[in-house]
């Protein structure tokens, strides 16, 4: 998805439920729509980013709404929400990315790495948490996958060169 297509769905609504199995979560058509008309309704397509404050018994869907179905970049300070129109394509670790703070990761990446937006093929990656994300893009040998690995939206902030 994408922020055309958040754009038109809410203004056109949505036709069926938002749900995860995995992540336990359902936003009805009812709920996106009231949603649309309480936190959505100024948007600007022409706006590189919005930011509105949102009630705490929202946060949840809200985000799931925006991160895990529409996969939009966004960042949270308390109940202030600031959604990116364009997902950023890279990243700059805040603090270091290693087993015990990330016990999946393959190896140790330093504070201040440099990381690449990846959209993985097989991701298992859950996008209320984190960013599938990896130090370079080179492909894994004979093959097209690039790899990747979930970091956490506290471990990271966008890349502006």
């Known amino acids: 998805m994408s922020f055309e297509n958040f754009f038109k769905c809410v203004n056109d609504g949505i036709k069926r439920d938002i ?3 995995r992540l336990k979560m359902k936003v009805s058509v009812d709920e ?3 949603f649309s008309k309480k936190y959505f309704k100024n948007i600007n397509d022409k706006d590189l980013s919005f930011k509105f404050v949102i009630d705490e018994v929202d946060k949840n869907s809200i985000l799931f709404v925006l991160r895990s179905f529409f996969n939009m970049y966004v960042e949270v300070k308390k109940n202030s929400i ?3 129109k364009n997902f950023p394509k890279k990243f700059i670790l805040l603090k270091e990315v290693n087993k015990s703070n990330h016990h999946f990761t393959p190896r140790t990446f330093k504070k201040g790495t440099i990381m690449y937006s990846i959209s993985p093929s097989y991701s298992s ?3 209320m948490n984190g960013v599938p994300l990896w130090d370079s893009l080179e492909t894994i040998k004979d093959t097209e996958l690039i790899p990747s ?3 956490n ?3 990271i902030k966008p890349y502006i060169y």
């Open 149 to 151: 690995v979930q970091i």
């Open 82 to 84: 600031i959604v990116f």
């Open 125 to 127: 990656a859950n996008r």
């Open 32 to 34: 996106f729509s009231a």
């Open 19 to 21: 749900k995860s199995r």
């Open 153 to 155: 939206y506290d471990y």
